[in-house]
């Protein structure tokens, strides 16, 4: 058990999942999956910050109406994001009467939020769980680096920070849904990675650690699924994977994926080394995974979220990037 | 269930816990019940933002020592701070290499933490856990209103934010210890306050909500309990509550402390309204009120950890304060 697998018995269901983007993430090639998405990434609102708190009240709205549920349903929302302080979970969920945990976990926020969610949901805690997350690129850029409006040059390394938020509703519940059968936390790796815009590179140690561990725990090798699927790796991050793993005897090759590398098109949309964010890996799953999974085209993945656990102060004062890598292993109930 | 109280029927055990403070809290009338105070708030470090993670460091190593337990015996670690990104507890602990989830839910991570180690532990997901928080007054001072160095006049309602980091190992145990016997989640609440120098009357009003919807689900009124607790409201915010829950029929004027009102002298120390921070409410239940437990002189505590959710920025975007209360009942097991 200890740093290992944790096994859900009662593998709570995935009752239904909601996401909400911007327009670099609608004209990408799952555009057409997405439940919602605003031309102009500001849903209304005067503030870049105030445009992500709103899609997450939407997406989580959107969830909910999917299957006729109420806040009154939700026992717990689990829910966070990467501004300071997590202001879009704050802002944009206060309407939503719940009791509320409020997390961080960098970019890999939504795997932490469906584990806390399965973990809670199969013990009996609560009926039902809301996880909540969200990135917006405008609000996401300023923070960490610099405003969009300052046209600052991009580095080949650098990747988007998808404008994005999903909801995902797990319950208890008999129905046939894509179930969590496993999760595994992350620990924190740090390979003195200092580059901001290399975030692909800060990440991947994290993601194959924890890939390596539940191998190992699992007795199970990567051919065993259909998919495993990080969250926000992008093009150098997902080759650095290949390569670490390989190093530990892993063929990754056949069936390894990034889901910022599954948001945007690559030659025809300038996003350099991909997408990433907390609403990253959350919006190709709510949309794109799921359906598969419910489509019965995905019977079994791993999916893990990334997370590089800098802030713009650490990085100023010389800290490294450490990583994190969260595991959900989602099963289809085909 | 829905919103309501979450009983631990195996009632994990609070194992050992430890604390870390500053020079003010040293001097305060707790100071001979922390573990280590460092005289020069910095910690052996180069900036305020490290000195407060060397005091995560710390606080997790003295509180694994207190009952020789190596973190290779730690199935996760739950910890948060106030910082941007939550650093502290990334640096903090980065060499402890555990599992780890990273919460916000500023100054009541202390008690969100306990929470989830409290729920994971009774399930029997984990046998050990870590739950560390912290807070430091300079690097919180410098985010969140003005650097100390730059001498700014405070408001009478201001808050000191402690210098302080504490980690309580919760554990299935059949030991004497005190024990967690009852959770309930926070919901956020915001009155509309917008005053940042005024953290008390943005938090009472949740504190006040928490207790009122634990007293009506437990059908228990406040003369049931030796005390009850809440985490940092100060003077301000401990007296609105004492207002709040008396305009709805509850007097807490017999058994009702605040751990910011606990750590300071207020004829002696010039500490405003008193105590705040992720460290205050942390430091004061892992030195005096665990002891006040362990010794038979309180047998059964409401400790209510009490956050502000608001970020420099939402308050500079006209934002409210909302606030969040996290309770947790700790039993003495005599």
């Known amino acids: ?51 992500e708190a709103e899609m997450q009240h939407m997406a989580l709205n959107l969830a909910m109406s999917k ?22 979970s704050t802002y944009g969920l206060i309407a939503h009467d719940a009791p509320f945990m409020g997390l961080y976990s960098a970019c890999s926020t ?18 039902r769980t809301a996880s909540v997350t969200s990135s917006h690129n405008c609000s996401a850029e300023r923070q960490f680096r610099t405003p969009v409006e300052y046209g600052g040059q991009r580095t080949p390394t650098s990747q988007w920070t998808v404008t994005g938020s999903a909801a995902f509703i797990i319950a208890d519940d008999e129905g046939r849904h894509p179930r ?20 692909g590179a800060a990440m991947a140690p994290a993601a194959a650690d924890t890939m390596i561990r539940y191998f190992e725990s699992s007795g199970l090798g990567p051919s065993a699924f259909d998919l495993i ?70 019977r079994d993945v791993l999916f893990i979220g990334t997370g590089a656990l800098m802030s713009p102060l650490s990085v100023q004062q010389g800290g ?14 085909a």
């Open 67 to 88: 299957n006729k549920i109420s806040i009154t349903d939700i026992d717990a929302i689990f829910a966070g994001d990467l501004m300071n302080q997590c202001i879009s």
């Open 110 to 127: 939504a795997a932490e939020a469906l584990i806390l969610s399965g973990m809670t949901v199969n013990a009996g805690y609560f009926k």
């Open 1 to 51: 058990m200890a740093k290992g697998i944790i096994k859900l018995k009662n593998a709570p269901a995935i009752l239904c999942a909601a996401s909400v983007v911007g327009k670099h993430e609608s004209d990408g090639p799952l555009g057409a999956l997405f439940d919602f998405h605003d031309k102009d990434d500001r849903f209304g609102q005067s503030t870049w910050e105030k445009a």
């Open 180 to 199: 969590i059968t496993e999760v595994m936390l992350g620990m924190t790796v740090d390979y003195g990675i200092t580059d901001a815009n290399n975030m």
């Open 320 to 333: 490294s990037i450490p990583g994190i890598a969260h595991l959900v292993r989602i099963k289809g109930d």
């Open 229 to 298: 699927v990080t969250g926000d790796l992008g093009f150098e991050g997902h080759s650095i994977v290949l390569d670490l793993m390989s190093t530990k005897g892993y063929d990754l090759s056949g069936n390894y994926n990034d889901c910022g590398l599954l948001i945007y098109n690559r030659s025809s949309q300038d996003m350099h080394a991909g997408g990433s964010g907390c609403g990253c890996s959350a919006v190709v799953l709510a949309s794109y995974l799921l359906k598969l999974i419910r489509d019965g085209e995905l």
